[in-house]
């Protein structure tokens, strides 16, 4: 299988409508690979929290139409980021858009776990509540956005609900990439999954993002990894590994916790 993780740099001097048709020729440009990775918030920036009233689209808003039309173009299964969503009978959501080689709409995810400790998209956006899994033909996606990867039990749960590989679309800052690393390949290896991790590049609002997405095997051994700056990170792994690892090695089997009801005394 041949993956895309497309790490875009999201800078003020940009307009967001000129970053659209960028960033969809770039999606264009990937026609070959399987499955193609965009980051979080790449139309205004995760950490531009004045923008996200301002920049909000509904769910079938311009960013959808551009991303599901480079999706058919180039033939390609794509995770398109995330957008600010307006919910015209709610707040808004971090919502992230996948769609199909043919440019339907395969899934959406609402960011369940916000960041910003009340302050910014903790208090602008609201919380989704359901976890989100695609089938493709050589394996299952389990769908995840930036701050959700500090959150081991929302990857148990897409492991329990098929996941065989993890996608986390995120804006990380740069100040604590060392995290970044540590729980990406945390993630791979506790759940013996593949991870795809696409992060943003360039300074939202002042915050220098980290950039150096990142692919990692079962064993937690990274495939590749980009730099700090807009990169296009294509990597081949082979999605049959997982059933071979967890078969080799079975820890998920010897789970005790969350399995079942506690038994009262």
């Given at each position: 299988m041949r993956a895309s993780v497309i790490q875009i740099a999201v800078n003020e001097?940009?307009?967001?409508?000129?970053?659209?048709?960028?960033?969809?020729?770039?999606?264009?440009?990937?026609?070959?690979?399987?499955?193609?990775?965009?980051?979080?918030?790449?139309?205004t920036g995760?950490?531009?929290?004045?923008?996200?009233?301002?920049?909000?689209?509904?769910?079938?808003?311009?960013?959808?139409?551009?991303?599901?039309?480079?999706?058919?173009?180039?033939?390609v299964w794509l995770h398109a980021g995330s957008i600010?969503?307006?919910d015209p009978d709610g707040p808004l959501y971090n919502t992230s858009l996948f769609f199909s080689?043919?440019?339907?709409?395969?899934?959406?995810?609402?960011?369940?776990?916000?960041?910003?400790?009340d302050k910014g998209e903790a208090v602008l956006m609201g919380a989704g509540s359901e976890l989100v899994t695609v089938r493709l033909p050589a394996t299952t996606l389990g769908l995840s956005t930036c701050y959700d990867l500090r959150?081991?039990?929302?990857?148990r749960g897409l492991v329990d609900a098929g996941a065989e590989t993890l996608v986390v679309a995120a804006g990380w800052p740069e100040r604590r990439r060392s995290h970044w690393t540590l729980?990406?390949?945390?993630?791979?290896?506790?759940?013996?999954?593949?991870?795809?991790?696409c992060a943003t590049?360039?300074?939202?609002a002042g915050v220098p993002q980290a950039g150096h997405s990142i692919v990692v095997?079962?064993?937690?051994?990274?495939?590749a990894q980009a730099g700090a700056d807009e990169e296009v990170l294509t990597v081949e792994f082979d999605p049959g590994k997982v059933a071979a690892t967890r078969e080799q090695f079975p820890a998920l089997k010897d789970r005790m916790l969350g399995l079942q009801p506690p038994r009262r005394p």
């Open positions: 001097d940009e307009s967001v409508e000129a970053r659209r048709r960028r960033v969809a020729a770039t999606v264009r440009e990937q026609a070959g690979a399987d499955l193609v990775v965009l980051p979080e918030l790449w139309t995760a950490f531009a929290y004045e923008e996200f009233g301002r920049e909000a689209e509904p769910l079938e808003g311009p960013t959808y139409e551009a991303m599901a039309k480079a999706a058919s173009d180039a033939g600010p969503e307006r080689p043919s440019g339907d709409l395969a899934a959406a995810y609402r960011k369940i776990h916000r960041f910003g400790f959150f081991p039990e929302l990857y729980l990406a390949q945390a993630r791979a290896v506790e759940n013996q999954s593949f991870l795809l991790a590049a360039g300074t939202h095997d079962p064993w937690g051994e990274v495939l």
